[in-house]
């Protein structure tokens, strides 16, 4: 089943971003990745325990990202890191989280994220976006070789992810599709989250649209 996450940059937000995070998970986001690179260690961790707490009253699965031994001392059971960050934890570490994930930018990354046991990776830029400005997007090429090649490892896609281009990326064989902007600075999350699905169901042969359970 198609799968909706929300990658989080709380320097978008228009409004408080604990408000922001909690209306993001109330509409039922697959996941949320707490994606605030920029921060020191103890400020992301700071966030991150205000995060989980947040999207566990919503039960919306949060994946912590960038900061692997903050993700260890806090017990979260989700991280997500890029694959240099990644190789720099030993197995232990790694068979610590129930669901550990890593970026992939090239067909020559899938190795190394399946050594390191990725139970999925997210590959992109798909399209082009405001957050990688004058960088052209790989394309939809890329993502059905990335996820030929991927086999039964879920493939999220990521940049330039939009209600018009959702169907495209399914069609090319991920898993889901992940999206920062849109959800950090559209005025109503749980409208656009529905709006979304409502894409995803309009190709539904003869079923009626599912809630997705990350």
Request: aromatic share 6%; net charge positive; charged share 20%.
């Amino acid at each position: 089943m198609f799968k909706l996450i929300c990658v989080t940059n709380r320097r978008l937000c228009r409004e408080d971003f604990s408000l922001r995070l909690a209306k993001i998970a109330a509409a039922g986001p697959d996941a949320i990745i707490l994606r605030e690179k920029d921060l020191p260690a103890a400020a992301y961790q700071r966030l991150a325990e205000q995060a989980l707490s947040i999207c566990g009253q919503y039960e919306a699965p949060c994946v912590l990202h960038g900061f692997a031994q903050q993700a260890l001392g806090l017990g979260a059971p989700r991280l997500h890191l890029p694959l240099p960050q990644l190789a720099r934890l030993d197995e232990a570490e790694r068979r610590r989280f129930a669901c550990l994930g890593a970026s992939c930018h090239s067909l020559a990354d899938l190795p190394a994220a399946r050594r390191l046991g990725c139970h999925y990776i997210i590959a992109g830029h798909i399209f082009a976006t405001d957050c990688k400005p004058g960088r052209p997007g790989r394309g939809l090429a890329f993502l059905r070789e990335i996820c030929r090649a991927a086999g039964p490892l879920p493939v999220y896609a990521i940049g330039g992810i939009a209600p018009e281009n959702l169907l495209q990326v399914r069609a090319a064989g991920a898993a889901g599709a992940c999206l920062m902007s849109s959800l950090m600075t559209c005025p109503e999350p749980a409208v656009l989250m529905r709006h979304l699905r409502d894409c995803l169901a309009e190709k539904a042969l003869l079923n009626a649209p599912k809630r997705l359970k990350w």
